[in-house]
């Protein structure tokens, strides 16, 4: 084991509320397994992978009911998923050094929790206005965030939805269903780019006890469909958490400098 068990136990119970929480939304929680992993861990390998699985994990249901429900359409999310998968696929292909990757990785996690913040004070109207864009909006944005999504580990959603609600590109409930399904094509892209290139790690005592956690997680945050305005304080809170690791494997794990 890389964990102890003490450790490990702490951590099964973080993923498991991050699950709950975000799976709510359409959100896999990739930002915020990062960030507790880099408190336990230190090779960037297995950080990233387990986070990647874990995102697959909780957005697998979620994917399904929103499609299941008929609140997503295959063909207006096309666009999006067309370039993120080969560029997440790309990202996650490159062996970047392991201070490299921390640098990123920190401001990642900080960009992850201001957007966070950001979506909790978006009052969404379900009755609003949506605006019509030009679809290779929808090709960069889907290209940009699917490459961060594989360097780094994380399903890109939570970038991702905060961005379309800004542009009112839908109602709210198809944003969270896109985010879900983003997620979801990013997390089985990202994997594959790490096993082609024989960089995924997976210790299996840790990765068994996660997903387990994340599962139980995901599964009660679907049933439970919290409201987005219920989940904001909660939201905060993680994104303040989140924010603060940012900052220490920036300056620690990246920069040295603590």
């Not at 960030?35 to 990647?52: E, P, Y």
């Not at 969404?124 to 699917?146: C, F, H, M, V, W």
């Not at 905060?162 to 892209?189: C, Q, R």
Request: one cysteine or more; charged letters at 10%.
């Amino acid at each position: 084991m890389l964990i102890p068990i003490e450790h490990l136990t702490l951590l099964c119970l973080g993923f498991f509320i991050v699950a709950t929480l975000y799976s709510s939304v359409g959100f896999g929680g990739g930002s915020s397994y990062l960030a507790l992993l880099t408190l336990f861990l230190t090779s960037f390998f297995v950080i990233r992978s387990i986070a990647l699985v874990c995102n697959l994990v909780v957005v697998l249901g979620s994917t399904y009911l929103y499609f299941k429900n008929g609140h997503a359409k295959l063909k207006d999310f096309m666009p999006f998923v067309l370039t993120s998968i080969p560029l997440a696929f790309l990202g996650a292909s490159f062996k970047l050094k392991e201070n490299i990757f921390f640098v990123v990785l920190g401001i990642s996690l900080i960009l992850s929790a201001i957007f966070l913040i950001v979506q909790t004070f978006m009052v969404l109207d379900p009755q609003r206005e949506t605006k019509q864009y030009p679809n290779y909006l929808s090709y960069i944005l889907g290209a940009g965030i699917g490459f961060l999504s594989g360097l780094v580990g994380i399903g890109g959603g939570i970038f991702l939805a905060p961005v379309l609600n800004h542009l009112k590109w839908d109602k709210a409930i198809k944003i969270a269903a896109l985010a879900s399904f983003f997620i979801l094509v990013n997390s089985i892209s990202g994997l594959g780019g790490l096993f082609v290139n024989g960089t995924i790690d997976l210790p299996w005592i840790e990765t068994i006890c996660l997903v387990l956690a994340v599962f139980l997680g995901g599964q009660l945050g679907i049933r439970l469909s919290l409201r987005q305005l219920s989940a904001n304080g909660i939201k905060r809170v993680t994104a303040l958490l989140v924010f603060i690791v940012g900052i220490r494997v920036l300056l620690a794990n990246g920069l040295g400098v603590l």
